[in-house]
Nanobody
Framework: QVQLVESGGGLVQAGGSLRLSCAASGRTYSTMGWFRQALGLEREFVASINWTGGSTYYADSVKDRFTISRDNAKNTVYLQMNSLKPEDTAVYYC??????????????WGQGTQVTVSS
């Protein structure tokens, strides 16, 4: 059974940084991604990474501020978030078993971790 467990969320002031982690168990996946969902809004793509880490993709809203990476030996994917803005406030979800930027293509999801950025 696949299980994705996120950690690292919390409350931070604008301009600060957080690092999210997603530990996967059960099997490994070629592409893994991060999505987020703010209150009252639809879930949106944040970033994705392929197996080797050589191919990454970011939403325009986080490009140059967020960095996705992975450690296959630990079966863990990370999201380093710098220069955080209040509009980054959301529940962040790790996803696997899919591809691209559409959430509907991903089969497995973590429980989510709350990120709150205060102004």
């Amino acid at each position: 059974q696949v299980q994705l467990v996120e950690s690292g969320g919390g409350l931070v002031q604008a301009g600060g940084s957080l690092r999210l982690s997603c530990a996967a168990s059960g099997r490994t996946y070629s592409t893994m991604g991060w999505f987020r969902q703010a209150l009252g809004l639809e879930r949106e793509f944040v970033a994705s990474i392929n197996w080797t880490g050589g191919s990454t993709y970011y939403a325009d809203s986080v490009k140059d501020r967020f960095t996705i990476s992975r450690d296959n030996a630990k079966n863990t994917v990370y999201l380093q978030m710098n220069s955080l803005k209040p509009e980054d406030t959301a529940v962040y979800y790790c996803a696997a078993g899919g591809w691209g930027t559409e959430s509907t293509t991903y089969s497995y999801w973590g429980q989510g971790t709350q990120v709150t950025v205060s102004s």
